[in-house]
T-cell receptor, first 111, second 113 residues
Framework: GEDVEQSLFLSVREGDSSVINCTYT??????LYWYKQEPGAGLQLLTY?????DMKQDQRLTVLLNKKDKHLSLRIADTQTGDSAIYFC???????????FGPGTRLSVLP | EAQVTQNPRYLITVTGKKLTVTCSQN?????MSWYRQDPGLGLRQIYY???????DKGDVPEGYKVSRKEKRNFPLILESPSPNQTSLYFC????????????FGDGTRLSIL
């Protein structure tokens, strides 16, 4: 079955770049998503990428997709304290029936 | 305002007492689903629904029921709750088209004593 993996923790200093990594197993996945969860809140969509793209940039966020290695990354430039949250990688299979989430990476931004 | 609304937001109850968590969306989405979030395990899908009267099991359906009688509502039912169902629950919805992301409710924290 599908599986999505992420490292559980990441700490960076304010102003540095953060890179959160994700690997997935379902080669039929057509859409890959990054969600952000702040304390006490639901998940908020940050960005998504279609599987025929290599890169997508949206302001401070850059998503890189290596389809051959089934590796997805989210880079946050100039990380701020407000970026501290849990970040979830998710995939949606081609048939559109199921979303599979990774365990989430807790990003801590140090002053 | 487009939103997914869950109720209650918090509930403390006892083992065996039936409970229902409601979920409603106002975006005319076909797809709705329920997840539970536990530390270190991320989100695990309980049930999902592709449309009215169509429901399917996710990864962890045991001990839960759902129904989809109307497009906007997708209640989660715990017929006989047990302590291992203490968790944070999220309802989500999306259009049933491949690239459409899910919109999440704010979560329901259930504690089963």
């Amino acid at each position: 079955g599908e599986d999505v993996e992420q490292s559980l923790f990441l700490s960076v200093r304010e102003g540095d770049s953060s890179v959160i990594n994700c690997t997935y197993t379902d080669s039929s996945s057509t859409y890959l998503y990054w969600y952000k969860q702040e304390p006490g809140a639901g998940l908020q969509l940050l960005t998504y990428i279609f599987s025929n793209m290599d890169m997508k940039q949206d302001q401070r966020l850059t998503v890189l997709l290596n389809k051959k290695d089934k590796h997805l990354s989210l880079r946050i430039a100039d990380t701020q304290t407000g970026d501290s949250a849990i970040y979830f990688c998710a995939e949606r299979a081609r048939d559109g029936q199921n979303f599979v989430f990774g365990p989430g990476t807790r990003l801590s931004v140090l002053p | 305002e487009a939103q997914v609304t869950q109720n209650p937001r918090y509930l403390i109850t006892v083992t065996g007492k039936k409970l229902t968590v409601t979920c409603s969306q106002n975006m005319n989405h076909e797809y709705m689903s329920w997840y539970r979030q536990d530390p270190g395990l991320g989100l695990r899908q309980i049930y999902y629904s592709m449309n009215v009267e169509v429901t399917d099991k996710g990864d962890v359906p045991e001990g839960y029921k759902v129904s989809r009688k109307e497009k906007r509502n997708f209640p989660l039912i715990l017929e006989s709750p047990s302590p291992n169902q203490t968790s944070l629950y999220f309802c989500a919805s999306s259009l049933y088209r491949g690239n459409q992301p899910q919109h999440f409710g704010d979560g329901t924290r259930l504690s089963i004593l």
